[in-house]
């Protein structure tokens, strides 16, 4: 082989989706990547038991390459008179295996699970500045409803309180 020849392999890989187990949690850290979201996916794990969240995960050989939160039933009363309404959250799909079509299959099983539990809308938020994420969205059926000033906090794996203000779309879908 010269320097400038290289050699390809073909990798088929098989992604099962499923729910998040507890020995999972330090690998969604990513190697680093993730690691102040420690706390918020620990507590994340705990309402998932409870029945509020569900942490879908993307898997391959034991590891989730992606995955997309799911918060079960907001109480707001416009959604409460419609129906069943679910809030997903925190997609995202580790980058080399970007663009090949996982965001969206997370999104389908997310879409699928909440079907079969008889919910009548889903929602989700795009960063204003995440053009991308918002064209998929809008790929699967969702339309801005509204928008939002994005403001948030969470507590890092160190105790340290992070504020995020992150304006962005709010999109919407109904599932019947
Ligand atoms: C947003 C995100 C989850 C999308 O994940 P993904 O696996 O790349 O999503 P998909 O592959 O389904 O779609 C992404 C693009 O790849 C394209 N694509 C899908 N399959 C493809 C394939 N086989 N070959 C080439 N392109 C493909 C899609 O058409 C889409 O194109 P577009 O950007 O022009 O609309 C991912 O980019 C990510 O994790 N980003 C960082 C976190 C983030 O921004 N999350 C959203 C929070 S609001």
């Known amino acids: 082989m010269t320097a400038l020849e290289r050699h390809t392999l073909c990798l088929q890989l098989q992604?099962?989706?499923r729910f998040a187990e507890r020995e999972d949690l330090?690998?969604?850290e990513w190697y680093?990547?993730?690691?102040?979201?420690?706390?918020?996916?620990?507590?994340?794990?705990e309402e998932q038991l409870r029945g509020l969240r569900l942490m879908l995960l993307a898997d391959v050989n034991?590891?989730?390459?992606?995955?997309?939160?799911?918060?079960l039933e907001r109480y707001?009363?416009?959604?409460?008179?419609?129906?069943?309404?679910?809030y997903l959250y925190s997609l995202r799909v580790m980058d080399a295996?970007?663009?090949q079509g996982l965001g969206s299959a997370l999104l389908r099983e997310a879409e699928a699970?909440?079907?079969?539990?008889?919910?009548?809308?889903v929602s989700i938020a795009a960063a204003k500045e995440?053009?991308?994420?918002?064209?998929?969205?809008?790929?699967?059926?969702?339309c801005v409803i509204a928008e939002d000033a994005g403001r948030w906090s969470y507590e890092d794996h160190q105790g340290v309180m992070h504020y995020v203000n992150e304006p962005c779309w709010i999109l919407e879908k109904t599932l019947r």
């Open 97 to 99: 295996f970007q663009r």
């Open 26 to 28: 330090p690998k969604l």
């Open 76 to 86: 707001e009363d416009s959604w409460r008179a419609m129906g069943k309404h679910a």
């Open 113 to 121: 699970i909440l079907r079969e539990r008889r919910y009548a809308s």
């Open 130 to 142: 995440n053009s991308a994420a918002r064209r998929l969205y809008e790929r699967h059926g969702f």
């Open 62 to 71: 034991g590891f989730p390459i992606g995955q997309i939160f799911i918060q």
């Open 32 to 45: 680093g990547k993730y690691t102040h979201f420690r706390r918020v996916f620990e507590r994340t794990y």
């Open 15 to 17: 992604v099962i989706f």
